[in-house]
Each structure stands twice: as C-alpha cells, then as structure tokens.
C-alpha cells in the first residue's frame, strides 16, 4: 500500500479539534472503527513506536506490558485511554480486546512472542531485526503463513514516499547497471564506549524474564535496555541493528533476493574500554545476483565520514551514483566517454600520445542529476499508518515478515561469517551453507529452558 494514502493523524485532527479531551478522542472514531493494539516492550524503541501510532485517530492502546513500572506508568499517560497494565506478556495475548500486538523487547524475545501473538489470534508489529537467528526467522514465517496474521517488519524506510521514488528511479535503469552497493554504521565511541555501567540489580524475577531463552549468566546492568545491541546473546550486533535497515533497502532498491556468498572481517580494534562482545571494526562483503556485490562498513573508532557525500547507502551504477541518507537522495551522474577506453587501432589509453586527458573523446553526463528529500529522517508513523490499513484491508504490509526475514537473515550470515573467518556459500532455498557444518551452528540455538520456540 503506497505510504502517501490520505491518514487521519493527530496533527488533522488538531486543525479542528485542539481541544479534544482524552474522553472525547477515543469517540471521534466508533469503537468498531478502531484497531485495539496492545504494546509489548516500552523502552527507547517500544515508546518511538507508541508514539507513532498516537498519531492515527483509528486506534487504541488497549493494552501495554513491560518489566518496568515506570515504562508502563509513561504509556499509560501518553495513551489518552485507560489501557491494561500487565508485566507476563502471555497474559496481554490472552486479553481479547486486543486485536494486533506490537513487539518491541530486546531482539532474543522477538521469535517466542511473535509466534505466540500469531497463534493468539493478533496481528504483529515486530521491530526489527526479526530475529536472533536465520532458523527462528523461517519458524515466524511459518507460523504467520498458518495463522494467516498480517505482519510488519520495523525496517520503516519500506514506508517512505522518498524511498519509493527512488527505489522507483533506481530499478526502472535510471543509474544505469548497478555492480557495487557500500552501506556504512559510523559513528566514534572512543575512548569510553558503553562503559562499565553499575548499578544496583533488579530483582530475580525481573532479570530471569528479561533474559527469558537467552542462556543465563548473572546480572549485568551493560547487557540490559539498550546496551543488549552489543551482545551475541540477546543481538546480532550492529551488523543486525543498523545494517537490517541498509540493507534491505538496497534489496528492495535493487530487487535482489538472498546473497549467494559472505565473506567478513573484523574485531575489538579500537580498545575501547567496554565488555562488549561485538566488533568495534568490520567488514562484511555480500555477493547477490544478479551480479552485485554489497557491502557493509562497520566503524565505532572513527566518526569520518564513509564516503564523500556522507551517506548511509551508496549505488555505483554505470550512469550515475545515488547516496542516501535518512530520508534524503542524490543522484550524481556518471561522465561517460564517447569514444572506447581500450586500445583501439592504433589508438586510446595504450598510445602515449592519446592518453585520457588529451584531446581525443570528450566525457559527457549520462544522466541528468536529480535528488528527493522526505518530511522526516526518522519517520515512523508511515510505517504504522500502513499497518493499520492492511489489518483492515488484510493485504501484505510494505515490510511483510518475508522480507523481514530476508533482509535479516542477509545480516545474520554475515556474522556467520564473521565468526568462523570463511569465504562462504550460502544455499537461499535451505538456507544453510552447503558444507560447512561449523557455520550452519551459528543458525540456530538451544533455548534455556523450559522455553520453547511453538
């Protein structure tokens, strides 16, 4: 569903109704018209995702569970309605008022409760990366085909009106072929990284449910909110963090399915003064068809900038370059020859007196430059507006669990790769790696018990 459809938000409403009480909004629409949507994790991403959804006048928070009293006390007062309260996020799947869920704990809790939410009868909102692992990713797939649950994935760019004009603009040839994709995480967190966070611990009961089918080890404050990004256990990384988003734009950009190949390098370089588990410094290097190799930049000890333009993604293609970044595109056109680059009868680049730079051929724009900007960097409310209108209409949403899956599952091998230090082929249809036993490990694991993935 094209992201630029007519919503009914907060701000319309405002122009008319600035004085609206909580009680008089929730009438605005009738109790019918409205999706009841119940809210699990309401940390740093859990409460961007709320407040996206506040901005759509035809819904309802119904329901909210976190672990934290005052994460739930904050959702319950932005709600403008008198949701729930629960901590056992099985006990919110249970509530019957609510019609689709949203999940937004730390990335090891995502597999479990999507499935649980499916079979619960809701329709999910889980953010992204999808999942911990590639095998737990197929299972959601799986389940949500059965359940016949509509899904989408947190990757929002799928829902920007920029990103469709360009993706639009890229795939219809307008860069020309593209060979080469460069995507960049950039940011320096020398010298003092996450730190060494203290603090006293919550109690058994908190810290048991948050680690929930993550193996346990005793409480470490650095590995939980939003420190757990930097730990295998509970998350792919920055890899998976950041990456998930780049990627799968160039995916969709490029329409490309899964990689045949991975290959990565990198570690702790930078000595940063942290007990992460994650590179600071990587390399990861992807080979999809048709022919295009793909790229991701890791550096955490160096905030300069990945290429000239300062962009996040980059397309090489053979009539121009397109960066982006947040919302923003620019297309740079390539200068293109006229005449061969070759040795050509006596002449071109292999004959001193007709080198390039001389007065032989004349490089021309292959392409007119041209550039798209969105209304935010960091909009999430299309991605919801979506949403809500595919539990309606019961269509496929922009970032469906497929997709999610996939482009997740591009970032989880290359961990893989990462963490055995091989060249290695990857076989999309079974979705191992052919022969190589010591990386199909990384695919899956064995859940704590007495969790189970249904």
Known sequence: MNPSSSRLSRRTFGQGLAAVTAAGYSRILGANDRVRVG??????????????????????????????????????????????????????????????????????WHAIMFVDACRAGKDVYVEKPLSLTVSEGRRMVQVADETRRVTQVGTNRRSWKSYFEAAEFVRSGGIGKVTIARVF??????????????????????????????????YDPNRQYYNFRWFYNYSGGQLTNFGVHYIDVVRWFLDLGSPKSVAAMGGRYAGLQDDREIPDTMQVMW???????????????????????????????????????????????????????????????????????????????????????????????????????????????????????LSTSSTLIGNAAHKTRLLLEWDAAAEKFPGHPEANQYLSYKYRAPYKLG
């Open 39 to 108: 809210y699990i994790g309401l940390g740093n991403r859990g409460d961007q995702v709320h407040d996206a959804f506040l901005e759509h006048g035809d819904q309802e928070t119904a329901a909210v569970c976190d672990l934290r009293e005052d994460y739930l006390d904050l959702a319950v007062k932005k709600s403008r309605a008198n949701p729930k309260r629960y901590k056992e996020y099985k006990q919110l799947l249970e509530d019957k008022s609510v019609d689709a869920v949203v999940i937004a704990t730390p990335d090891h």
């Open 185 to 218: 995480s950039i940011r320096n967190e020398w010298p003092l990284g996450l730190g060494m966070a203290k603090g006293p611990a919550p109690s058994d009961w908190e810290w048991e449910h948050w680690l929930g089918p993550a193996p346990y080890v005793p």
């Open 287 to 405: 080979e999809f068809d048709p022919s295009v190799l793909v790229t991701f930049t890791q550096s955490n000890g160096n905030g300069a900038p990945g290429d000239l333009k300062d962009s996040e993604i980059e397309l090489r293609g053979t009539k121009g370059t397109m960066y982006v970044r947040n919302s923003r595109w620019e297309v740079v056109p390539e200068a293109i020859n006229d005449v061969p680059t070759g040795y050509d009868l006596g002449k071109g680049y292999g004959n001193p007196t007709n080198r390039p730079g001389g007065s032989r051929g004349a490089k021309k724009p292959a392409i007119e430059a041209r550039s798209g900007k969105g209304t935010a960097s960091s909009d999430t409310e299309s991605h919801t507006r979506n949403f809500l209108d595919c539990i309606k209409s019961r269509k496929k949403c922009n970032a469906d669990i497929l997709i999610g899956h």
